[in-house]
């Protein structure tokens, strides 16, 4: 991670201090590999194989694990860097991919979400695979773009622009999965006129679980990325990083990562069945 430092901090504490954050993080990215790296290459075969409704269904989620092992390589990059200099590049380089391919997919799954509950004629009309396509696409060369932009600030060392980019992103982020959660939370108050009670009641238990789903979603994407945010907003604001800081945020990071993966696991009957054995 970069850091910033003032010019009266000694040399020796500064090195000691960034050897302990070195093995930490390395620690964190091994963690982030080890289990990762199983858990969505199962979630791909699981998809893949047709378990639960097929690929077409559940595309973005297939596309959200293809983009986990991408991060699970950046994870093995980063700690291969340690001791292999010439990877650092591919490192600055799949930093993009970290920070822009996982929250953009996850948006894309809350907007689906979202769609099915407050507009469902719009839904069905974008549902087939073709549409999945093009998103998923879309959503694929913006995250190159953003892992050039982000090789390109951190090799030119420009930390501002770096910082001032991914803040900006993250906070927009956030902003869409609230904006999912308070309208599916407001269509889940309201019935449609002349239902049946058992309709109703199947509707509301639908809207519900899409409810609940959003909600986990919005509360691991603050997790994930508002201690970077706040994070990058301090660097902006007082020009200093504290290597505890970004370990925090980091560990943040990793840790909530693991919450798609269980819920998809969850819904697909697969977690009891580990739990049970």
């Known amino acids: 991670m970069n850091n910033l430092t003032t010019p009266e901090t000694s040399t020796n504490s500064t090195t000691q201090s960034f050897g302990i954050m070195d093995c930490l993080e390395v620690c964190v990215y091994s963690i982030n590999l080890i289990f990762s790296l199983p858990t969505h290459s199962y979630i791909i075969w699981l998809i893949i194989t047709g378990t639960l409704s097929g690929v077409a269904s559940e595309f ?12 699970c390589l950046n994870s093995l ?20 991919l970290t920070f822009t ?16 509950v407050v507009h469902p004629v719009t839904f069905l009309k974008y549902k087939p695979l073709r549409y999945r396509v093009i998103c998923c696409t879309a959503i ?6 953003s892992c050039l932009v982000c090789m390109y600030n951190l090799v030119s060392k420009n930390l501002n622009a770096h910082v001032w980019f991914l803040t900006l992103q993250h906070t927009l982020v956030i902003s869409i999965q ?5 309208a599916v939370l407001r269509a889940l108050k309201q019935s449609g006129p ?13 809207k519900r679980r899409a409810f609940y789903l959003i909600l986990i979603t919005t509360v691991n994407m603050i ?19 504290n290597p505890t800081v970004w370990f925090t945020a980091l560990t943040c990071f990793i840790l909530a ?8 696991l969850h819904r697909a009957g697969k977690l009891s069945r580990f739990c049970s054995s």
């Open 60 to 71: 973005f989620i297939l596309n959200l694990s293809v983009c986990e092992l991408g991060i």
């Open 77 to 96: 990059v980063f700690i291969l860097s340690r001791w292999i200099s010439s990877l650092e590049i591919l490192d600055l380089f799949l930093i993009g």
């Open 101 to 116: 391919g996982r929250p953009l997919f996850q948006c894309l799954m809350c907007a689906e979400r979202y769609l099915a």
């Open 140 to 145: 694929w060369f913006i995250s190159l773009g």
């Open 178 to 182: 609230l904006f999912c959660l308070v």
């Open 194 to 206: 002349g239902e049946r009670r058992r309709e109703r009641e199947e509707e509301n238990h639908m």
């Open 223 to 241: 997790i994930l990325y508002v201690p970077f945010a706040i994070t990058g907003i301090s660097v902006i604001l007082i020009t200093l990083s």
């Open 257 to 264: 990562g693991f919450v798609q993966p269980v819920l998809y």
